[in-house]
């Protein structure tokens, strides 16, 4: 299971940080990619940031200098710091983990709804 936390509305510029705690994963959560998605209204869901099992990144570059995403193992959390947020960010934010044998499709931003970990979603909402 995965579950989000940390969004709400804010102005734009402003700053948001999004959690998300894994449990019941078959494997250990340091075996598992993790990942950032969001779904905007009358949009297809995009990835956004993941981060390896041995701390690689990758960012949408829409996001690039903005977010950054991290993991913390020892509490099998992910976190998303979004900086400089805009109106343009406001979306669902989801939580997905894929186990690393078979996650490669999330560490490049693929969107797989039917594979891996998913989570409910948080919204963020940033006001112009």
């Known amino acids: 299971e995965l579950v989000e936390s940390g969004g709400g509305s804010v102005q734009s510029g402003g700053s948001l940080t999004l959690s998300c705690v894994a449990s019941?994963?078959?494997?250990?959560?340091?075996?598992?990619?993790m990942g950032w998605y969001r779904k905007a209204p009358g949009k297809e869901r995009e990835g956004v940031a993941a981060?390896?099992?041995?701390?690689?990144?990758n960012y949408a570059d829409f996001v690039k200098g903005r977010f950054t995403v991290s993991r913390d193992n020892a509490k099998n959390k992910l976190y998303l710091q979004m900086t400089n947020l805009e109106p343009d960010d406001t979306a669902i934010y989801y939580c997905?983990?894929?186990?690393?044998?078979?996650?490669?499709?999330?560490?490049?931003?693929?969107?797989?709804?039917?594979?891996?970990?998913w989570g409910q979603g948080i919204q963020v909402t940033v006001s112009s």
């Open positions: 981060i390896s099992t041995d701390g690689r990144t």
């Open positions: 019941g994963f078959a494997y250990g959560y340091n075996q598992y990619n």
């Open positions: 997905a983990a894929a186990f690393a044998g078979r996650g490669g499709w999330l560490l490049t931003l693929t969107v797989r709804e039917s594979q891996g970990y």
